[in-house]
T-cell receptor, first 114, second 114 residues
Framework: AQSVTQPDIHITVSEGASLELRCNYSYGATPYLFWYVQSPGQGLQLLLKYFSGDTLVQGIKGFEAEFKRSQSSFNLRKPSVHWSDAAEYFCAVGAAGNNRKLIWGLGTSLAVNP | GAGVSQSPSNKVTEKGKDVELRCDPISGHTALYWYRQSLGQGLEFLIYFQGNSAPDKSGLPSDRFSAERTGGSVSTLTIQRTQQEDSAVYLC????????????FGPGTRLTVL
């Protein structure tokens, strides 16, 4: 079955600390992978995406993610978190060549302590 | 327009009433999606429109749900005889329609069924 797992429901980090949000997927086809962020009262915004090529992808707001096929993972990282990064983060997977029906994780809520 | 817009932003209705939710996609985008985000859940795909092709309705949870897209632009999601379990945030997204295109999301409509 196709699925996305975000093992951490809630994470709290201190401002300036590094961050890693985990995402594991189960998908039969070659996956396209996405990370979106949802801030309170805001729509979902794409942080980054992986389709092919370099497995380390750079996104907006200083985020990056690494695709590891052997581990079926696409973890999101940021070296130094800012208070404004507090939000809900969603990982999603779709089929190569088909951008429909993204399969979504349940999200990780990030809190940032001053 | 500058982005995907949805209306209303909030809708409170009584059980058994019908509701219509509207989505205005980004101008020129040919593909449009509806998702549902229930409390504590990830996004659930509902329906997908691509150009003049028949819509993919495979995610609609029951025959009380329907959607149309007029003129290849604005879309309306209709829920008939609403139930309390329909309470959720309904999100619309649009893309240019290419297989690698990013889905751009609207701010959502929060539906509360009393």
């Amino acid at each position: 079955a196709q699925s996305v797992t975000q093992p951490d429901i809630h994470i709290t980090v201190s401002e300036g600390a590094s961050l890693e949000l985990r995402c594991n997927y189960s998908y039969g086809a070659t996956p396209y992978l996405f990370w979106y962020v949802q801030s309170p009262g805001q729509g979902l915004q794409l942080l980054l995406k992986y389709f092919s090529g370099d497995t380390l992808v750079q996104g907006i707001k200083g985020f990056e993610a690494e695709f590891k096929r052997s581990q079926s993972s696409f973890n999101l990282r940021k070296p130094s978190v800012h208070w404004s990064d507090a939000a809900e983060y969603f990982c999603a997977v779709g089929a190569a060549g088909n951008n429909r029906k993204l399969i979504w994780g349940l999200g990780t809520s990030l809190a940032v302590n001053p | 327009g500058a982005g995907v817009s949805q209306s209303p932003s909030n809708k409170v209705t009584e059980k058994g009433k019908d509701v219509e939710l509207r989505c205005d996609p980004i101008s020129g985008h040919t593909a449009l999606y509806w998702y549902r985000q229930s409390l504590g859940q990830g996004l659930e795909f509902l329906i997908y429109f691509q150009g003049n092709s028949a819509p993919d309705k495979s995610g609609l949870p029951s025959d009380r749900f329907s959607a149309e897209r007029t003129g290849g632009s604005v879309s309306t999601l209709t829920i008939q005889r609403t139930q309390q379990e329909d309470s959720a945030v309904y999100l619309c997204a649009s893309t240019g329609g290419g297989s690698t295109d990013t889905q751009y999301f609207g701010p959502g409509t929060r539906l509360t069924v009393l």
